[in-house]
């Protein structure tokens, strides 16, 4: 429960940050600040982890006296509690809220985990269902943790973003009318919901630069969703003068 108050504590503060508008020092904002939320959330999980193997480990060993009635009391009442939780932040992209989702779902499963040894120990009395749920539970939360670590490095890289094709970028803007080439193409994240694409555009003899760039923001904006785009145009000198 300590490290679910931790990690809420830091999503709530990367939720502010977000919200920050951009300085003349920081002029893509604060929406790095919900990624390396994320990375601590995740790290911080994988941790958790480590802690909880090792002490099912030390359990195997070491078998210890456990009382079968209270871990199912305190395994439900937990479990109701973290699943009001987690269906408060399912559903959310953001990746700073995945981070907290990612905690509480932990400790739900770790509920469920509670509960389950509680029963198993109750009837059978065989004390060892407590650190052999551990390590099971603790794979599934191993593979949410390394998904988000994974992304948000991909994220502070900045690769490109999973859902966009930069193959597929380059094909539709080809495809427009005056486009010769497209070249120096790079595409980003600044945030898990923000996105942005710079390029050099090159274009017919006498086309208008500025129609041509218009209609090339238009397209990446309704087909790709990506609203934060610079592209400089390359044109020959007879093409029709550029107006800013």
């Not at 004390?127 to 794979?139: A, E, M, R």
């Not at 080809?174 to 010769?180: C, E, F, M």
Request: glycine share 6%; charged share 15%; with cysteine.
């Amino acid at each position: 429960m300590l490290s679910d108050i931790l990690a809420l504590s830091v999503s709530l503060y990367a939720a502010t940050m977000v919200r920050k508008a951009p300085t003349i020092e920081k002029s893509y904002g604060y929406h790095r600040t919900e990624v390396l939320a994320a990375l601590f959330n995740g790290l911080v999980l994988c941790l958790m982890i480590g802690f909880i193997y090792y002490e099912a480990f030390t359990r195997f060993l070491h078998p210890e006296p456990v009382n079968g009635t209270g871990v199912i009391v305190v395994g439900g009442i937990g479990l109701i509690v973290n699943l009001i939780s987690a269906w408060l932040l399912h559903g959310h992209q953001d990746l700073n809220v995945r981070g907290a989702y990612y905690h509480v779902i932990f400790d739900a499963l770790g509920s469920v985990g509670a509960l389950l040894a509680g029963l198993l120990i109750y009837f059978t009395h065989w004390t060892k269902f407590d650190p052999l749920l551990s390590v099971l539970i603790g794979i599934l939360v191993l593979y949410s943790a390394w998904a988000l670590i994974r992304e948000s490095i991909d994220i502070l890289m900045e690769s490109v973003p999973k859902h966009l094709n930069p193959t597929s970028i380059r094909e539709a803007v080809r495809s427009l009318n005056d486009v010769i080439n497209i070249h120096d193409l790079h595409i980003w994240s600044i945030g898990s919901q923000s996105h942005a694409l710079s390029a050099h555009i090159k274009i017919r003899p006498g086309s208008d630069p500025v129609d041509v760039r218009t209609r090339i923001q238009s397209l990446l904006l309704e087909d790709f969703h990506l609203e934060h785009t610079t592209l400089q145009v390359e044109c020959f000198e007879d093409c029709a003068e550029m107006h800013e």
